[in-house]
DNA sequence: TTTAATATTGAAAATAAATTTCAATTTGAA
DNA sequence: TTCAAATTGAAATTTATTTTCAATATTAAA
């Protein structure tokens, strides 16, 4: 897992995945660092549709094919995870030195929050090291009733 | 959540989805009965395929679709969940009485293990709790890989 | 038990996300 | 520059799941 790139600037993460392309003996293309860098700046939760939307709005003429291929380039070099699925469709987050991805899913109106507990993260470490699993990552989904659809439900 | 169903007899458990299903106002097949009978067999995880494969073997003219079909009545009532997803297949378990779903899951071998651990369902309730969160169910995946493909890498 | 309204079924068609194919193009080491 | 190898876009394919629909089964009422 990555970590503590929180304060590196995009055009060093850049540099980087250039270097990992190079190392894999694949070629850098100009279609990769533009899929790379409209990545790093959505802030939350993604889609494939919703970002090869983005890039057609920008004028770019990448091809959803691409978008998938370099997708899994990223998650591959330990950019981007996939986090969750809803409706049949994967969705993806920049993890960069983000902690794990813990989620509340609501099974009403479909929104999903980001959890932070350290106590919980702490524990699933402390259980793999006891498993001796090698974690690479994880994921926590709890799936329930948010607190406005209660409200609307009572 | 379902609990402390464990020793309940098949027979009642058939019983109760009967009224499940009548409570419904939708009309109680053999076929839903056989396809329920069919899953309480199942002691790990399986998928349609699995289950249809299963219900074939023992002559069984039920079709994939009603074997969709009835998964999903079955979800809304408790009996079993989907608990994880491999090559865009859907993975479910009898849920009945058990702990919740917590699973290493190997990235090498895409072994799937049980993960029993009071302390992080504790800790999971609690902080749902904390966050005004009505949990339903939760998913927790480790993913990463188990010491048998540790041992066969070095 | 017969009737009739309605739900369910199997088979086939449809859906849609993701992957693959392939000819044309681009990359990068020599 | 050369050129083998990788990559691209567009279209075709794959495949789990869902939907459609005519035939059949269920069930409550007569
Ligand atoms: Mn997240
Ligand atoms: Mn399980
Ligand atoms: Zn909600
Ligand atoms: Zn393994």
Redesign the pocket.
Known sequence: MRSSLKTKENIELVKEFKEF??KK????????EEILKEILKVKDHF??EELYMKLRGKGS??????V???I?LLIEAGYIQEVYRQN???YYEVTLDKIPHLHFICIKCKKVEEIIENELIKLIQKHSKQKNYAPLTYHLEIFGICSDCIKSIS
Do not use: F, H, N
């Not at 003996?25 to 990769?32: A, D, N």
């Not at 003429?61 to 691409?66: F, V």
């Open positions: 392309i190079k003996g694949l070629k850098y293309t100009s279609e990769r889609d494939v003429k990448i091809s959803k094919a691409s998938y291929r370099t899994s049949a469709r994967s």
